[in-house]
Structures are given as structure tokens and as C-alpha cells.
């Protein structure tokens, strides 16, 4: 049985206002875009994310309260955030966006990460 540890603060923080960036990414990036793959963000993509979001604060809100567990699994759903993301492209609003987005999904994976390390849970 695996001994769970507890989660720093700053990794939780760290967690949210990474994904929140990625979303608000998303939002600019789409509401910049004009092509096919900017209708699939719009339509797809972002809604997803959103989803995912919402759950991400709802995550935190629980950690706020002592739970870290919901936390955790949102976190490690997020290790495979690029995987869940292959087959849409991140250049619909241009090469500047997709580097944005590039980075800020890497972001949140490498927080995700932190979170489950930490937790004791990768």
C-alpha cells in the first residue's frame, strides 16, 4: 500500500493557474483563428478543456477542505493531456498561438506531474 504524502500548496496553486492559463490561451487563440480548425476548437476543443477546468477548481476547492484526493486524480488525467490533445492542431490561429498553446500545455502536464509526485502518486 502506497503511504500518500501531502500536497505543498504552491504545487496546488501552481496546478490551477496553469490550466487556467491554458484555457485562456485557448479562448484568445480561438476567438484570433478564422480557419476550419479554429470551428473545431470552438466547437471541440475548448469546450473540453472548459469541462475539464471546472472540474479542476472543484479539485481545488476539495484540497481548500482538506481532500486531496479528487486533486490528484484530476492531476493525473492531465499527465496525458498532450495525448489527449494529438490530432488537433494548435496552429489554426497562427505559429505565435500554437507556440503559446504548445507551452501552456506543457505547463500543465509538468504541474500535473509535480502534483502526483508529490502525493506520491507516480
Not at 500548496?9 to 496546478?15: G, I
Not at 484526493?69 to 492531476?75: E, F, G, R
Not at 492531465?78 to 505547463?107: H, I, P
Amino acid at each position: 500500500m502506497t503511504e500518500t504524502q501531502t500536497i505543498p500548496q504552491p504545487l496546488a496553486d501552481r496546478y490551477l493557474t496553469a490550466f487556467t492559463a491554458l484555457v485562456s490561451k485557448g479562448r484568445d487563440a480561438t476567438a484570433a483563428g478564422s480557419s476550419q480548425q479554429a470551428e473545431v476548437w470552438k466547437q471541440k476543443v475548448l469546450p473540453l478543456l472548459e469541462l475539464r477546468l471546472t472540474a479542476a477548481k472543484s479539485a481545488s476547492a476539495h484540497y481548500a477542505i482538506g481532500d486531496e484526493q479528487p486533486l490528484v486524480i484530476h492531476a493525473r488525467q492531465s499527465l496525458s493531456l498532450g495525448r489527449d490533445m494529438d490530432g488537433y492542431s494548435l496552429d489554426f490561429a497562427g505559429d505565435e498561438f500554437a507556440t503559446q498553446l504548445k507551452q501552456a500545455q506543457q505547463l500543465v502536464v509538468f504541474a500535473a506531474w509535480h502534483v502526483c509526485q508529490s502525493a506520491g502518486a507516480v
